[in-house]
């Protein structure tokens, strides 16, 4: 029936913006101030309902081996598909976590965005100094982003371009992305372009705790 198809075109066209939300969230809910909660078994996509739809065992071999394959500093149209791309950012952060705990357990300093599109990225630092973790993530703007998912990052980034954020300027801070492991120059007044940031994930995880 014509409904049907209707809704299954709309049902498909958010799963690539539906991807990137639930990136973003996953980042936030294991940055910000306190306890991560993990549902074992959401590692990777899932599209169940809530309870009991979602109470059925968990592939953990399925996640081993996608956890042992190398690290996704570029993630691919195969890692979108499979879910890898969630379970990798999950892994960064939980590994960044267990190595510098009282980053996580101490300040959190809001930044704010400059430029064209401002309102459309949330970000923060947790730390302090030269123990600091950034934390960014998209908001309302995913269906504008969305080729991030489909392998087109390039293009997808010129949505940032013009934006920038302003972070510490120390002499000899380096910071380091986490999920693509680049390195990150600022400018000289200390600002970062969003199109550098969200140069390979449409999320970004840096470090200058090195």
Same mark, same amino acid.
């Given at each position: 029936?014509?409904?049907?198809?209707?809704? =299954?075109?709309? =049902?498909?066209?958010?799963?690539?913006?539906?991807?990137?939300?639930?990136?973003?969230?996953?980042?936030?809910?294991?940055t910000c101030p306190g306890v991560p909660d993990l549902y074992q078994g959401t590692e990777l996509w899932?599209?169940?309902?809530?309870?009991?739809?979602?109470?059925?065992?968990?592939?953990?071999?399925?996640?081993?081996?996608?956890?042992?394959?190398?690290?996704?500093?570029?993630?691919?149209?195969?890692?979108?598909?499979?879910?890898?791309?969630?379970?990798?950012?999950?892994?960064?952060?939980?590994?960044?976590?267990?190595?510098?705990?009282?980053?996580?357990?101490?300040?959190?300093?809001?930044?704010?965005?400059?430029?064209?599109? =401002?309102?459309?990225?949330?970000?923060?630092?947790?730390?302090?100094?030269?123990?600091?973790?950034?934390?960014?993530?998209?908001?309302?703007?995913?269906?504008?982003?969305?080729?991030?998912?489909?392998?087109?990052?390039?293009?997808?980034?010129?949505?940032?371009?013009?934006?920038?954020?302003?972070?510490?300027?120390?002499?000899?801070?380096?910071?380091?992305?986490?999920?693509?492991?680049?390195?990150?120059?600022?400018?000289?007044?200390?600002?970062? =372009?969003?199109?550098?940031?969200?140069?390979?994930?449409?999320?970004?995880?840096?470090?200058?705790?090195?």
């Amino acid at each position: 029936p014509q409904p049907l198809r209707k809704l =299954a075109a709309l =049902a498909q066209s958010l799963i690539e913006p539906g991807h990137i939300n639930s990136l973003a969230q996953t980042l936030l809910r294991n940055t910000c101030p306190g306890v991560p909660d993990l549902y074992q078994g959401t590692e990777l996509w899932d599209y169940s309902l809530v309870d009991p739809d979602n109470r059925r065992p968990v592939d953990y071999e399925r996640r081993r081996l996608l956890l042992s394959s190398r690290t996704i500093t570029q993630p691919g149209l195969k890692h979108w598909r499979n879910g890898a791309v969630k379970q990798s950012l999950i892994y960064a952060a939980m590994q960044l976590r267990a190595q510098y705990p009282a980053i996580f357990s101490g300040p959190y300093q809001p930044l704010y965005a400059q430029g064209p599109h =401002a309102a459309h990225v949330v970000a923060f630092l947790r730390g302090m100094g030269r123990r600091t973790v950034l934390v960014a993530v998209p908001r309302l703007c995913t269906c504008r982003i969305a080729g991030y998912a489909r392998d087109e990052a390039e293009t997808a980034k010129q949505f940032w371009r013009g934006t920038t954020l302003r972070l510490p300027s120390l002499p000899g801070l380096v910071w380091k992305d986490r999920l693509s492991q680049r390195e990150l120059a600022l400018s000289t007044t200390g600002e970062i =372009a969003l199109d550098t940031l969200f140069q390979d994930w449409p999320v970004a995880l840096c470090a200058n705790a090195d």
